[in-house]
């Protein structure tokens, strides 16, 4: 078992900067492939970014390549995802979640989520 618990979620101006938080706990924490997920009103949950277990590979999606960085510290069990320049429609609730396989964005891969953290730009 691993628990998720998000935080860093909040209001921002369109151009801002936040840093998202995950904080994980229960089994070996870097045996895990972390992902970033969000969920806008009225659309599907998307993925955000991922990042191996030992943080050597990361991805992300298309559109928010150069914005976003994934990135994690297995000594404190924590991974984040900072988001530079933000947008309104980056506004959603965002998760983070836990998969024993490699080089996946299917949410359907991740046995373990976080409850998620909201974000909202205003233009």
């Known amino acids: 078992q691993v628990q998720l618990v998000e935080s860093g979620g909040g209001l921002v101006q369109a151009g801002g900067s936040l840093r998202l938080s995950c904080a994980a706990s229960g089994r070996t924490f870097s045996a895990y492939n972390m992902g970033w997920f969000r969920q806008a009103p009225g659309k599907e949950r998307e993925p955000v970014a991922y990042i191996s277990g030992d943080g050597a590979s990361t991805a992300y999606a298309d559109s928010l390549k150069g914005r976003f960085t994934v990135s994690r510290n297995n000594a404190k069990n924590t991974v984040y995802l900072q988001m530079n320049s933000l947008k309104p429609e980056d506004t959603a609730v965002y998760y983070c979640?836990?998969?024993?396989?490699?080089?996946?964005?299917?949410?359907?891969?991740?046995?373990?989520w976080g409850q998620g953290t909201q974000v909202t730009v205003s233009s």
């Open positions: 979640a836990a998969s024993d396989m490699h080089y996946t964005v299917r949410p359907s891969a991740y046995a373990y």
